[in-house]
């Protein structure tokens, strides 16, 4: 019980600490650790760290929900972006005992391949740009009820000319009810600092984050709601096009004011999402991401903006997942992801 309470004081002090710091929207360095490539992930809004259910997959984002059930299982996850922008994630989990559940990861983000040219517009070479973490986290389970966990990150970031490392932390606590299937997450993330700046004397904030999220499984129905409230150390999300013709009065030229209400604020913190457990090897998912429709929807034609689906099958050993993301009317995002235990290959074998 001392040991629970350590951490959730040390957690809390994490996240207090980073009311401070926040900064959202472009304000901040290595952006890409806030893009999953996970499937699941991105079919339930971007953001999800409230389930314990042995998908490593949860751990990328939750490192608490690591366990033994997690022990030999290998994934690979991989997501096309606009204009040909790659983001990949490679992990494995290993079960120490009563040391906890460790994983290994590398998060990569591939920019492409971009022309270069000199002051006249003569191309004169090629260059690529690509963003890379390796990512090694714990997981611990204290007591029946109760898990903690950390991540701990280290960023390579390559653009050209320009080069940087980074160095960052996560923590995070999992409360997870198996009786009455609800579970309840909290995750102070990407705390960290520039150990190499991309240009010298010019240290830029991390995207650090505290995120909350409760799940709850109605019993003897296959639905599982999951609530996530985002950005806990910053109340007001809102951005404000400075391009948004609507916003200049087309007679006086004077500009207007956007104002926001209580449930805008509020709301832009919010991803409801809900699974199908169909059955134990087929799952459908959708979610509605209240900030991404709030931020990127056009507001002539809004779309499908801030909707995101998919499913997960199970096919012999190995667990495939599909999510597709809608960022904007131009299109969306498509997300796969497979995973499978090594152990039962090995048992195959003997």
Do not use: C
Not at 191 to 204: C, F
Not at 215 to 227: A, D, G, Q, V
Not at 333 to 339: G, Y
């Amino acid at each position: 019980m001392v040991k629970t309470r350590l951490f959730l004081f040390l957690l809390l002090l994490s996240a207090t600490s980073l009311f401070a710091q926040q900064q959202v929207g472009g304000s901040y360095v290595y952006g890409f650790l806030d893009v999953p490539a996970s499937a699941r992930t991105a079919a339930l809004g971007g953001t999800f760290i409230s389930a314990k259910d042995n998908d490593l997959n949860v751990a990328l984002q939750n490192p608490s929900v690591l366990n033994p059930g997690m022990n030999n299982q290998l994934l690979l996850n991989g997501v096309l972006y606009f204009d040909g922008v790659k983001f990949g994630d490679a992990g494995y989990a290993k079960d120490f005992g009563k040391a906890g559940t460790f994983m290994a990861n590398m998060h990569y983000a591939n920019y492409g391949q971009f022309l270069e040219a000199d002051i006249t517009g003569e191309i004169v070479g090629k260059f690529h740009a690509a963003d890379y973490n390796l990512n090694i986290g714990w997981g611990y389970r204290m007591n029946e009820l109760f898990s903690v966990g950390a991540n701990l990150k280290t960023i390579y970031s390559n653009y050209y000319y320009y080069n940087s490392f980074g160095a960052g932390a996560d923590l995070a606590a999992t409360l997870y009810d198996s009786i009455s299937q609800f579970t309840l997450a909290v995750v102070a993330k990407n705390m960290g600092v520039m150990l190499k700046d991309y240009v010298k004397a010019d240290n830029e904030p991390f995207p650090v984050e505290v995120e909350i999220a409760a799940s709850k499984r109605l019993i003897h129905t296959p639905f599982r709601f999951n609530l996530t409230y985002r950005h806990l150390e910053k109340l007001d999300l809102t951005y404000t096009d400075p391009n948004d013709a609507s916003l200049v009065d087309p007679l006086t030229g004077a500009a207007k004011v956007k104002t926001y209400d209580l449930f805008d604020l509020l709301s832009s913190h919010i991803i409801f999402a809900t699974e199908i457990l169909l059955t134990q090897n087929f799952h459908l998912r959708a979610a509605y991401n209240f900030q991404r429709r709030q931020d990127l929807r056009v507001d002539t034609s809004p779309g499908t903006v801030g909707l995101s689906f998919g499913f997960g099958i199970k096919i012999n050993k190995f667990n495939i997942g599909y999510g597709r993301a809608a960022y904007h009317n131009a299109g969306a995002a498509n997300h796969f992801s497979i995973s499978t235990n090594l152990s039962e290959f090995i048992k195959k074998s003997n």
